[in-house]
């Protein structure tokens, strides 16, 4: 059974930098694209980034682009979330998701398997 745990959460000041990470179980990591998803109070949940198991291509939400980075290393089977320059605005409950797939993976219905999310709260 498929097990994700995300850490690395906590409260920062703005401008401050946080690393999130996720260890991955029970699937076949090197094929799993790892996708970053967030979810502010009242809000809908969001893409943020995602790194596809293919090479490890890239993409960000527009919002993030510039200030996160993802990555994710193979042999320990986990992905991470660098967040730089950190904004109020990027406060909320952080997730990291994987899928096979490696196409059409910064929509939440592409993906299978969720961990259970960590808080981050950015005060101004």
């Known amino acids: 059974q498929a097990q994700l745990v995300e850490s690395g959460g906590g409260s920062v000041q703005a401008g401050g930098s946080l690393r999130l990470s996720c260890v991955v179980s029970?699937?076949?990591?090197?094929?799993?694209?790892m996708g970053w998803f967030r979810q502010a109070p009242g809000k809908d949940r969001e893409f943020v980034a995602v790194?596809?198991?293919?090479?490890?291509?890239?993409q960000y939400a527009d919002s993030v682009k510039g200030r996160f980075t993802t990555s994710r290393d193979n042999n320990k089977n986990t992905a991470y979330l660098e967040m730089a320059s950190l904004k109020p605005e990027d406060t909320a409950t952080y997730y990291c998701?994987?899928?096979?797939?490696?196409?059409?993976?910064?929509?939440?219905?592409?993906?299978?398997?969720w961990g259970q999310g960590t808080q981050v709260t950015v005060s101004s």
């Open positions: 998701a994987a899928t096979g797939n490696i196409v059409e993976v910064t929509v939440e219905s592409a993906y299978e398997s």
């Open positions: 029970g699937l076949s990591f090197n094929w799993q694209s």
């Open positions: 790194a596809t198991w293919n090479g490890g291509k890239t």
